[in-house]
Nanobody, 114 residues
Framework: QVQLVETGGGLVQAGGSLRLSCAASGTIGSINVMGWYRRAPGKQRELVARITSGGSTNYADSVKGRFTISRDNAKNTVYLQMNSLKPEDTAVYYC????????WGQGTQVTVSS
């Protein structure tokens, strides 16, 4: 069973930056996809960004140009650099890894004040 530990959430003013990290413990194999999802109050969970083990990325339109996803394969860790944050980015952010199976992190709160 792969465990995911997320860090880096918090409270920030609009226009500020935060960096989320998610470390996976256990065996996820060399071919996998790591990503970030978020759930805002009253909304469904949505994909924010994901990155393959080969480095291909895709982003939600709402975060393109502001967020950057990256990973360290040696550490089984994925990062989400969030710049120019907006109040509408406020949500619980969840780390996700898809390998032979799928694992989710416990979530980390990101709150952007106006």
């Amino acid at each position: 069973q792969v465990q995911l530990v997320e860090t880096g959430g918090g409270l920030v003013q609009a226009g500020g930056s935060l960096r989320l990290s998610c470390a996976a413990s256990g065996t996820i194999g060399s071919i996998n996809v790591m990503g970030w999802y978020r759930r805002a109050p009253g909304k469904q969970r949505e994909l924010v960004a994901r990155i393959t083990s080969g480095g291909s990325t895709n982003y939600a339109d709402s975060v393109k140009g502001r967020f950057t996803i990256s990973r360290d394969n040696a550490k089984n860790t994925v990062y989400l650099q969030m710049n120019s944050l907006k109040p509408e980015d406020t949500a619980v952010y969840y780390c996700n890894v898809r390998y032979e199976f799928e694992s989710w992190g416990q979530g980390t709160q990101v709150t952007v004040s106006s």
